[in-house]
């Protein structure tokens, strides 16, 4: 699937659902992403290095994710993630992360596109943000995200707050 302005040199950006039996792609990626840019994420990476393969399998009971690769190269990858007690239409979006090399370039948004096909019935999308996150409040906001009003104080005790936005109907 050709879908962005990719860096040069690169090649055809292809789009992926993982499976269960991906676990060990999601979990690289992620120990990546938490690598890449620690301060954008509530987990760090000596906390998600510990999980093991059943952790990651049941992580894949309730969320779908996607990569995006260019040539065998992952570059991307978010997930989506049924959460309890909200409206069946509803979908937040996690783990979400691009490296720095394709940034800017719409993988993000190809990888969204992705996770709505597969989801065809879902029509609100939502996510929440550290508020000092300055650079995922804009690209958030240049996919079209607007914020909910609410936010909530993390329970790590590091006084960090979050913002929901969304995303949809």
């Not at 040199?9 to 120990?31: C, H, N, Q």
């Not at 509803?90 to 992705?114: C, F, K, M, T």
Request: glycine letters at 8%; a positive charge; one cysteine or more.
């Amino acid at each position: 699937m050709l879908c962005c302005h990719l860096p040069k040199g690169s090649g055809t950006l292809e789009l992926a659902m993982l499976g269960a039996d991906d676990w060990p792609i999601a979990r690289e990626v992620r120990l990546r992403a938490l690598k890449d840019s620690p301060s954008a994420y509530i987990a760090d990476y000596e906390d998600e290095v510990t999980v093991g393969e059943d952790g990651w399998r049941e992580r894949f009971t309730r969320m779908r994710w996607v990569v995006a690769r260019d040539t065998a190269r992952i570059v991307g990858m978010a997930s989506s993630v049924r959460v309890p007690g909200r409206a069946p239409y509803e979908r937040h979006i996690e783990s979400v992360w691009v490296d720095p090399r394709y940034r800017r370039n719409g993988v993000l948004r190809a990888i969204l596109a992705q996770l709505a096909t597969a989801e065809p019935a879902v029509t609100e999308w939502r996510v929440w943000v550290l508020d000092t996150n300055t650079v995922a409040r804009q690209v958030y906001d240049r996919l079209g995200f607007s914020p909910t009003g609410e936010r909530q104080l993390l329970s790590d005790g590091s006084g960090r707050r979050e913002i929901r936005l969304r995303f949809g109907a």
